[in-house]
């Protein structure tokens, strides 16, 4: 009988880990949203029924925490110079989704954009294929896998060459992809152009990843833009710097990027399995 619990033990406590990590896979996952601009922001998201209806307002150095289930897929950026009145009707110099608060459409270009979609493993990005309008920055805490940062922590509006720049009241506000502007199939990646092997790096997307090595800088810019992450929680972060610390709550704890967060408590179960396993042994001796 005790043979048998040496082989049994074991196998269910590896069969409950496999279960929590499952579980951890399937939850929800927390998303922060942080304005460490100088000025007040627009974020918007769509699809937005988990955020608020897809809009709201972030004044400097505020925060909100919204969650969304493992299905979502969307995006994510921040609205700029908006003027809306008490019933959330107006309009933003950059990243526009019409004239409401709440965002039902992707926004006008040129807009920084977080793209994620959830499954048990997730995919993330930054993407500048429509533009730049904020530095723009995803942080995963508490996965597994990879789990890179991604974002664009430079300023592309001071860097933005002159054909694409959009001005507003003096001053550079947004810079537009070369497909917007030019509308071109070799810019677009559409065409001949429309695959990973004919459409290439041009000019403005070496000008774009210069400046932003871990965002995308056009269609095809796969290889070094898009990450995968199990089981986190993510910090959006807009005008921060892909190495700034930053924290979000999980399960009622302040968990920070740079910590080993739940690695740390899976090897407390593989340490448990060791224990009992030898634990069960000694009754054979």
């Known amino acids: 009988m005790a043979a048998y619990q040496v082989v049994i033990l074991p196998v269910l406590l590896i069969l409950i880990l496999i279960s929590s990590a499952i579980k951890i896979s399937e939850s929800a996952r927390t998303f922060t ?9 627009w974020p918007a998201v769509t699809p937005g029924g988990n955020f608020n209806g897809g809009g709201f307002v972030l004044k400097q150095g505020q925060s ?3 969650t969304a289930p493992v299905g979502w897929s969307g995006r994510i950026w921040g609205r700029t110079g908006c003027n809306f009145d008490r019933n959330g ?3 933003c110099q ?4 019409g004239t ?3 965002c039902g459409a992707s926004g006008k270009t040129p807009a920084t954009l977080a793209e994620f979609t959830l499954t048990g493993t997730d995919f993330y990005d930054v993407s500048l294929v429509d533009g730049f309008n904020l530095p723009l920055v995803v942080t995963p805490i508490n996965g597994r896998g990879n789990c890179s940062i991604a974002g664009c922590d430079g300023d592309l509006r001071t860097e933005c060459p002159a054909e694409l720049a959009v001005r507003a009241n003096g001053k550079i506000i ?3 992809s070369a497909c917007d502007v030019f509308d071109t199939d070799e810019y677009c990646c559409r065409g001949i152009y429309g695959n990973s092997v004919t459409c290439q790096a041009t ?3 070496k000008k774009f990843k210069q400046a932003c090595p871990g965002a995308y800088s056009y269609a095809y810019d796969d290889p070094t833009s898009i990450f995968t992450c199990s089981g986190t929680d993510y910090v959006v972060t807009f ?5 700034q610390p930053v924290c979000t709550y999980h399960n009622n704890k302040l968990v920070c990027s740079g910590s080993r967060g739940l690695k740390l408590s899976i090897g407390r179960w593989w340490t448990m399995i060791f224990i009992l396993s030898v634990a069960s042994f000694f009754p054979l001796l």
């Open 100 to 102: 409401s608060l709440k």
């Open 89 to 91: 009707n107006g309009t």
């Open 239 to 243: 005008c921060s710097t892909r190495g």
């Open 33 to 41: 949203i942080i304005n460490d601009c100088k000025e007040t922001i």
């Open 94 to 97: 950059t990243g526009s989704c």
């Open 174 to 176: 947004g810079c537009r």
């Open 64 to 66: 909100v925490v919204y």
């Open 203 to 205: 000019y403005y997307s």
